[in-house]
């Protein structure tokens, strides 16, 4: 296969599921950077993504973009999917670090990660757990070597701030309100419209995609 058969690839049958997909990446990598809390894996868009990344890299590597600058185009455009797919996980691999306890102790948090995640989550908490525990934690007295401890109706474990503002587009009609917790306060959600509101108030409007954070 050469130049012209990966461009009329392109250019054919898969420009608009192309083109969706890299639409949805940048859309779940904009999301995932200003969500508080790690949001559910995207298993079927990661999938195409990665299977074009590595079929592009076999089919052009042993091509010389000096001799054609098509290829140059390509090879841009795969850098640009490459830069997004590592910053998206980048931003999920930092919350996992940040909230490793409550995602780890959360099924319905933990159900949110892919398998390779869900692996890095058991490994780092184990590490840190050994870590403290070798460090200072095996001084203390039994009940105070916990690091999930509630003591005192007080949580250990950190957890996202779900009522952190966020500003969200509206992707699609939405015809039931949306009621603000504690006030009279209530909006409709009309594709298009532009909000700033707590990021708990719009939740569940997010994980079903009828928003997205910007």
Sequence with gaps: MDIDDILADIDGNAVS????????????WVTERVAPEILPWPEALMERMMEKIELVETQTGNMDPKTNFR???????????KFLVRSFLRARLAK???HALYILTNPSQRSRLSTSEQSYLTAHQSLLSNHYHVSFLSNFPTQ???LDDTAGGISMI???????AVFVRVLRDVYEPVVIEGTDTEFQLRRGDV???RYSVIREAVLAGDVELI
């Design 158 to 164: 950190e957890q996202p701030d779900l009522d952190t």
């Design 195 to 197: 909000h700033v509101v």
């Design 17 to 28: 599921q192309e083109t969706r997909d890299l639409q949805d990446l940048t859309r779940a």
């Design 144 to 146: 105070l070597q916990r």
């Design 71 to 81: 290829l140059i185009i390509i090879q841009t455009e795969l850098e640009r999917i």
């Design 96 to 98: 996992i670090d940040r």
